[in-house]
């Protein structure tokens, strides 16, 4: 065939015109994958295997016009059909598939634009993310641990305590989103960049800058970053004498209070309980260093700075309150609250009426009330009051998380327990108090992801593997079980967990060993025992313990409403007496 013939025939047989049509089709077959793969979080090698398949598609489709031909009545052999009629057909079939392609695709393209726009800060709702499915919010600043540039490492407290007292008095403003102390303080040594820290903190401006101490003077310098493009907001250079550092540090935060105002803030005031003495609050930050390792060697380390710090400063409210936190958990731990208790509470009544207007002092008090006291509807209020006088305060929120799953409100403890991880994403106690609910609510896997994930920030913390044990337990994987059981942290949960993964796995030997050990050594866990007797289907074990729990005020008790591993005792009218006992306000 000669080449003039060849393309006169590519012509007859509209080869042209099915390869403008297939360019149309296939350019819309990619922008519809190009903007429907990322709206739904698909994998990207969708969008590949698309691209790839469309063209290889390209060369097979000019085959197949060449020998055949669709018409109005179907697709027929070129040779078998009447030359006028099919150039007739094919002409106005054509145009149609290349106009209403091309119009579906510059539609598309504008929705594309459009959607890509409205989901610029949209948030990666996997659990491997942050487990705080929100978006990024645009009132968002994170405090960066300042510089200590004196050249003395021994001025490094001070410098921290500067940074601390920042991300308090910013926790204050309504309507913006403060990320809390363990979380930024991630960063102190830090190489990441200001967009990579933004994405991990999930904020849209750092506050960052370094701290000169030279005998009675010091200078601060301060920077505003944008953490979206790293571009400075402003710089503002403080010079004092060292005696006004506490004032210094309400400029500060004044200074970016004002410049988010324009487009951020409204006309909140700006409060703190900020300490007298700089000793103080340096025996403080040990003590809040050691209170953050979560495990019981390391709360009572903590007792000792808080106690100096209030010697040296004893009207220090946040030192109460958070002393007084430490003593809740100390109690619990030990089995020693009727010692422990009465001190939480006492502290967390002192920092209420020392600084009436600080978050974590009523959140220290409802913890008490709710945790210890089981004067439910007070801790509930308190709790209450202390997030709203300080909405993005991280202690406030996870105490508060903490304590609403007993109630049985699962959904809204749910919802909370994330807003405290996403105000302290690299904290380990919202991880953890999250995995719980998420536990309770039956979603095995996320639960176990906010586990690894709080276990991997703080390995030490106690109770640090339950979750994990109990989701590999319920998905029927004993060795995963065991091997986290023999990985906890805390040596009376370490026997907990032990029982019960060591009876999942059939060793009847080995579970009725580690029962015992845990009984013979009960360290404040008499529900726990209750728990595994209740899985090992010993009801009459079970509900003895649980009175003996209820008896010695456990407050493992406060979990009746939701706990799974009690399941089968829940329909014994037994169960419903402890409940009743429990007094738990109506829902």
Do not use: C
Request: hydrophobic residues 45%; charged residues 25%.
């Amino acid at each position: 065939m000669k080449s003039g013939n060849f393309f006169s025939e590519l012509k007859r047989r509209n080869v042209y015109k099915v390869a403008v049509a297939y360019a149309v089709v296939g350019w819309l077959v990619m922008q519809v994958t190009s903007t429907v793969v990322p709206a739904l979080h698909l994998p990207d090698a969708i969008t590949t295997a698309v691209v790839m398949l469309t063209l290889l598609g390209f060369p097979i489709a000019l085959v197949l016009a060449w020998a055949f031909e669709l018409t109005p009545e179907g697709i027929k052999r070129t040779e078998d059909l009447d030359r006028s009629a099919r150039k007739t057909a094919t002409n106005r079939i054509w145009i149609y598939v290349a106009v209403i392609g091309a119009a579906l695709s510059v539609g598309l393209f504008f929705v594309g634009r459009y959607t890509a726009r409205n989901t610029t800060f949209e948030h990666d709702a996997s659990p491997a993310r942050t487990e705080a499915t929100t978006a990024i919010a645009q009132k968002s600043i994170a405090v960066l641990p300042l510089l200590n540039e004196s050249g003395d490492p021994k001025d490094e407290y001070f410098s921290d305590g500067l940074s601390e007292e920042l991300i308090a008095a910013l926790a204050q403003i309504r309507e913006l989103k403060v990320i809390g102390r363990s979380s930024s303080f991630r960063f102190k040594d830090r190489k990441e960049e200001p967009k990579t820290i933004g994405e991990k903190l999930g904020v849209t401006t750092l506050l960052e800058g370094t701290v000169r101490k030279q005998g009675e003077r010091v200078r601060i310098v301060a920077e505003l970053i944008n953490a979206a493009d790293g571009i400075e907001l402003w710089t503002r250079t403080f010079d004092r004498e060292l005696k006004d550092i506490f004032a210094v540090q309400q400029e500060i935060a004044e200074a970016v209070a004002s410049s988010l105002k324009v487009t951020l803030l409204g006309s909140d005031e700006l409060s703190s309980a900020t300490p007298k003495n700089t000793e103080a609050h340096n025996a403080y930050l040990q003590g809040h260093y050691y209170f953050h390792r979560r495990n019981l060697e390391d709360y009572r380390r903590a007792f000792g700075y808080y106690d100096e710090a209030i010697r040296l400063d004893p009207d220090y409210a946040l030192a109460y309150a958070e002393r007084s936190e430490a003593w809740t958990l100390v109690g619990d731990l030990t089995g020693e609250g009727k010692t422990a208790w009465p001190k939480a509470r006492s502290d967390a009544e002192k920092a209420v009426a020392i600084a009436p207007g600080l978050a974590e002092a009523h959140a220290a008090l409802g913890w008490v009330r709710f945790f210890t006291e089981w004067k439910f509807t007070e801790g509930l209020s308190e709790l209450t009051r202390a997030r709203e006088l300080a909405p993005a305060n991280p202690t406030a929120n996870d105490l508060l998380a903490r304590v609403i799953v007993y109630l049985g409100k699962l959904d809204e403890a749910e919802k909370q327990a994330r807003q405290a991880v996403e105000l302290d994403p690299l904290a380990t106690s919202p991880h953890n108090n999250l995995a719980r609910i998420l536990w309770y609510e039956g979603k095995l896997d996320e639960a176990d992801a906010v586990a690894r994930k709080g276990a991997e920030l703080q390995p030490t913390a106690a109770s640090s593997r339950r979750w994990q044990v109990l989701v590999a337990i319920r998905r029927g994987d004993s060795e995963s079980a065991l091997r986290e059981a023999q990985a906890e942290p805390d040596e009376s949960y370490r026997r907990f967990e032990l029982a019960l993964a060591q009876y999942a796995r059939g060793d009847q030997k080995a579970a009725d060993a580690a029962l015992a050990d845990l009984m013979a050594n009960n360290r404040g866990l008499d529900y726990q025992v209750a728990q595994v007797y209740a899985v090992r289907g010993d009801k009459e074990k079970a509900f003895e313990w649980l009175q003996i729990a209820l008896d010695n005020h456990d407050t493992g008790m406060l979990a009746l409403l939701v706990e799974p591993l009690l399941k089968s005792l829940r329909d014994d009218p037994r169960y419903k007496t402890l409940i009743a006992k429990m007094n738990f306000p109506t829902t």
